[in-house]
């Protein structure tokens, strides 16, 4: 079982930037691709970016590319989320997920309780 605590986020101002962090339980943390979803309210979650185990592949969804970065540091077992220029539309909860497979990443085995991030106009 895989525990992911996400931390980090808060109210910022449009064309601001942000970072989110998620700290995983797992000790074999680079077997797991991770990744980040977000959910807007009224909206469904939608995957936002992730990365591979060994960090060496990552994949964005088209609304945050050039925006957004995805990092991982396998000594403290944490995965970032780097999110420049906000927008009020990047609003959401935004959840740390763990995949056994970046291909898989689409369908995470595990999930963080989310963090909330505002961004105002």
């Known amino acids: 079982q895989v525990q992911l605590v996400e931390s980090g986020g808060g109210l910022v101002q449009a064309g601001g930037s942000l970072r989110v962090s998620c700290t995983a339980s797992?000790?074999?943390?680079?077997?797991?691709?991770m990744g980040w979803f977000r959910q807007a309210p009224g909206k469904e979650r939608e995957f936002v970016v992730g990365?591979?185990?060994?960090?060496?592949?990552?994949r964005y969804s088209d609304s945050v590319k050039g925006r957004f970065t995805i990092s991982r540091d396998s000594a403290k077992n944490t995965v970032y989320l780097q999110m420049n220029s906000l927008q009020p539309e990047d609003t959401a909860v935004y959840y740390c997920?763990?995949?056994?497979?970046?291909?898989?990443?689409?369908?995470?085995?595990?999930w963080g309780q989310g963090t909330q991030v505002t961004v105002a106009s």
């Open positions: 797992e000790r074999t943390f680079t077997n797991y691709a």
């Open positions: 997920a763990a995949a056994a497979f970046i291909a898989h990443i689409g369908r995470p085995a595990y």
């Open positions: 990365i591979s185990g060994s960090g060496s592949s990552t």
